[in-house]
């Protein structure tokens, strides 16, 4: 009798423990995934040939989004941004201000899906027309694995790095001639 007791009271405790661990594994889950946001965005106004898809990049590099930027022909800007919704906030702020030579710049976001095998922010066709750079490359930054975020001063740094291991050697020269 005092065995049954002893075997019933054991199969209580696993449950009982299974179902806490079950319970923790699901709230976790689901707390991370309501962090994870993405917005598509256009911005319109003076956002083209003045480094805009630049700031938006450095953006994504601080706060460790996903995403794209690229030029339309009508002269806006597209861009989707993927990650942390505090961070997003973050760079929706900075891209809502602008650089130093934009202007009336206007930005329309929605809620976009969140595409959970996006680990990459890609500017698509980027060229400099201040560093007379025609030809067009693709900046890519890779998430940083840990998720972390990054100074702005640090995100310059990567950006630089991206550059340099972009563009080609002359390309890289008159990038490497004035900073951004």
Same mark, same amino acid.
């Given at each position: 009798?005092?065995?049954?007791?002893?075997?019933?009271?054991?199969?209580?405790?696993?449950?009982?423990?299974?179902?806490?661990?079950?319970?923790?594994?699901?709230v976790?889950?689901?707390?991370?995934?309501?962090?994870?946001?993405?917005?598509?965005?256009?911005?319109?106004?003076?956002? $083209?040939?003045?480094?805009?898809?630049?700031?938006?990049?450095? $953006?994504?590099?601080?706060?460790?989004?996903?995403?794209?930027?690229?030029?339309l022909?009508?002269?806006?800007? $597209?861009?989707?941004? $993927?990650?942390?919704?505090d961070?997003?906030?973050?760079?929706?702020?900075?891209?809502?201000?602008?650089?130093?030579?934009?202007?009336?710049?206007? *930005?329309?976001?929605?809620?976009?899906? /969140?595409?959970?095998?996006?680990?990459?922010?890609? *500017?698509s066709?980027?060229?400099?027309?201040?560093?007379?750079? *025609?030809?067009?490359?693709?900046?890519?930054?890779?998430?940083?694995?840990?998720?972390?975020? *990054?100074?702005?001063?640090?995100?310059?740094? /990567?950006?630089?790095?991206?550059?340099?291991?972009?563009?080609?050697?002359?390309?890289?020269?008159k990038?490497?001639r004035?900073?951004?």
């Amino acid at each position: 009798m005092m065995r049954f007791k002893l075997l019933s009271g054991m199969k209580y405790l696993l449950r009982s423990v299974f179902a806490a661990f079950l319970f923790c594994f699901t709230v976790s889950t689901a707390a991370s995934y309501a962090e994870t946001a993405a917005v598509s965005g256009v911005v319109s106004g003076r956002v $083209q040939q003045v480094g805009f898809r630049a700031m938006i990049l450095k $953006q994504a590099i601080c706060g460790n989004l996903a995403g794209t930027a690229r030029n339309l022909e009508d002269g806006t800007v $597209q861009f989707l941004l $993927q990650g942390d919704r505090d961070r997003i906030e973050q760079a929706l702020a900075a891209i809502r201000k602008g650089t130093s030579k934009s202007a009336d710049v206007k *930005v329309v976001t929605s809620p976009a899906p /969140i595409d959970a095998n996006l680990k990459t922010f890609t *500017v698509s066709a980027w060229t400099s027309s201040s560093r007379k750079i *025609v030809n067009p490359y693709d900046l890519v930054f890779d998430l940083r694995p840990d998720n972390s975020s *990054v100074s702005q001063q640090e995100s310059r740094k /990567i950006y630089r790095g991206i550059l340099n291991s972009t563009l080609n050697a002359e390309d890289s020269q008159k990038s490497n001639r004035k900073r951004n």
